[in-house]
């Protein structure tokens, strides 16, 4: 939703009003995270967010955990930072593997992944700036298997991101996970709705 940066309390349904729409809710956000996902290759897979995204985070956490308007400000203080303030796109990154042997001794050659992440705009790099909340490598170089990276950028990159049918590529450039991947047009448009 242009222009909308920041979620405040106002934005966030009592549990009782939010049960009655909460399956139509949850299919409504479903259909509008298909065209925010991009794999790149064979175990990461990029989530882009948004003002609806997050809100439907922060309702769907204030409705597992049930805490009560007390729970809300903590849930805003987490997602409020992953909502595009216009001028970026921000995506949350899962590595994804299922049998944990493997997944641990991936994640143990993956420190410092969140560097990695780009975005090419006809060819022009946008590297991607990790969350600074806290490192998701540890001392010993393991990543988390969830990383959230911004990606900046400016006037002119987003007037080219904007282009219908600009070519656009997602990638990560790890020496042990070197991956990229086109975003179809389809993702590029509904994305072009995050700069205002």
């Known amino acids: 939703m242009p222009g909308r940066h920041a979620l405040t309390e106002a934005d966030i349904l009592p549990r009782a009003a939010y ?18 996902r991009v794999e790149v290759g064979p175990f990461i897979t990029f989530y882009f ?7 439907h985070q922060v309702q769907e956490m204030c409705w597992i955990e049930n805490g009560g308007p007390a729970q809300i400000p903590d849930e ?13 796109l921000v995506a949350t990154f899962m590595i994804e593997i299922d049998e944990p042997d493997r997944r641990r001794r991936l994640l143990g050659r993956l420190g410092g992944i ?20 806290q490192d998701r490598t540890t001392a010993e170089g393991k990543a988390s298997s969830v990383q959230f990276v911004h990606f900046p950028f400016t006037a002119a990159q987003i007037a080219r991101f904007r282009t ?13 996970y070197g991956h990229m991947a086109m975003l179809p047009e389809a993702v590029r448009a509904e994305l072009s709705r995050d700069f205002d």
């Open 19 to 36: 049960a009655p729409i909460r399956a139509a809710r949850r299919r409504e956000i479903a259909a509008l995270k298909r065209n925010r």
């Open 49 to 55: 967010e948004s003002y609806e995204t997050m809100r």
């Open 76 to 88: 805003l203080a987490a997602y409020n930072p992953l909502i595009p303030q216009g001028q970026e």
């Open 114 to 133: 969140e560097e990695t992440a780009f975005l090419k705009v006809f060819g022009e790099t946008i590297q991607g700036m990790p969350e600074t909340d």
């Open 164 to 176: 219908p049918g600009a070519e656009v590529v997602l990638g990560l450039g790890h020496p042990n």
